[in-house]
């Protein structure tokens, strides 16, 4: 029994898709809120709801009576908690959201998996967390210590939160740092779904830093994939541990964080050149300046991915970017 929070959401629609086509029996847990447009989430689980093997559970994961239940009555073998406030740009505007979903959520998570003991927790944590770095590819040996949003303060505060539960109870515990994730079933507030809904409509799009900024795009499938093959690959102590000379993404304690990324970061203009030529026009574009929070560039390294597990995301922008715009003008009836 695998349990995973925030199942109605972007990651967790299309793992939960994927482990029930593997026929393996799935709880999910999500509160539907309204951050994005709440009938997305509602078609999503619909769809997963066709699975004889799968149980939707509505609920919040600041709720610890519901979810303390939920892991007395079924003891998931495996927790794989997608859930969180997101955005890096809304957490300037509400940031009280983030300690209580990120913080207070995830910690209610630790605590069940500490009273009703799992084989493995693996988590969505962010590239946000490399925040002001320069040095690129980030590397999980990288420092990340200076976050340039509470979103990605709250993403590095969740590796130190599962790092010393890890320690102290033994939990095996996986950080996964997605970097830029797109594809079909995304989210709205993300800049390829907003492009793609302004473009068709002929609204111009906000070209932030004048078009000067890097992303790591990361199509869905890819990401999917990648925690599949971490799921059976729960960390182990390592008492020989040493800082000085090992991997800062593992530890003495049963912990792990890995990057999950392209490798190939892609120049916001020829993004945006891309999402022209799908859609078949010509994007309306107003230059502004970068936002509080943003960063210049994200690029994963992801040698300790391929190294572990054999893989390496591969997805090309062009076909990603195709696949989602095709998903797009068919969900929401576009006729160009």
């Keep these: 029994m695998i349990l995973v929070t925030g199942a109605s959401g972007f990651v967790g629609y299309h793992l939960i898709n994927k482990l029930l086509q593997n026929n393996i029996n799935v709880i999910g847990f999500d509160n539907l809120n309204e951050y994005y447009d709440k009938n997305l989430k509602i078609d999503r689980t619909n769809l997963l709801s066709n699975y004889p093997n799968y149980n939707f559970i509505n609920g919040d994961l600041t709720d610890k009576e519901t979810l303390d239940k939920i892991f007395k009555e079924n003891s998931p073998e495996i927790v794989i908690n997608l859930a969180a406030q997101a955005g890096v740009r809304y957490s300037i505007e509400n940031p009280y959201a983030y300690l209580d979903s990120n913080l207070t959520g995830f910690l209610n998570i630790l605590e069940a998996c500490r009273h009703y003991p799992v084989k493995h927790l ?11 770095n320069k040095v690129a590819p980030f590397s999980t040996n990288h420092n990340v210590d200076h976050p340039v949003s509470l979103y990605a303060a709250t993403k590095k505060s969740n590796e130190l939160m599962a790092h010393t539960y890890s320690h102290l109870y033994n939990i095996p515990t996986t950080g996964l740092r997605f970097f830029t994730v797109y594809g079909p079933w995304g989210r709205p507030d993300m800049a390829y779904f907003s492009f793609t809904k302004d473009i068709i409509e002929g609204n111009p799009i906000k070209v932030f830093n004048h078009g000067k900024m890097e992303r790591d795009f ?17 960390p182990e102590k390592n008492p020989d541990w040493d800082e000085s000379k090992d991997e800062l993404g593992a530890s003495f304690a049963p912990y792990r964080v890995y990057n999950i990324g392209n490798n190939q970061p892609v120049q916001l203009m020829k993004f945006i050149n891309v999402l022209e ?10 230059y502004i300046e970068m936002q509080p929070g943003d960063v210049m560039r994200t690029y994963a390294d992801v040698s300790e991915l391929e190294r572990d597990i054999d893989f390496k995301p591969s997805t090309s922008i062009e076909d990603g970017l195709g696949k989602f715009v095709d998903w797009y003008k068919e969900y929401y009836n576009v006729k160009l």
């Design 277 to 286: 030529e799908k859609i078949g026009k010509e994007a309306n574009k107003q």
């Design 122 to 132: 693996l988590y969505a944590s962010s590239s946000s967390v490399y925040g002001g």
């Design 218 to 234: 990361t199509y869905i499938d890819d990401i999917v994939e990648g925690i599949v093959k971490l799921i059976p690959r729960a």
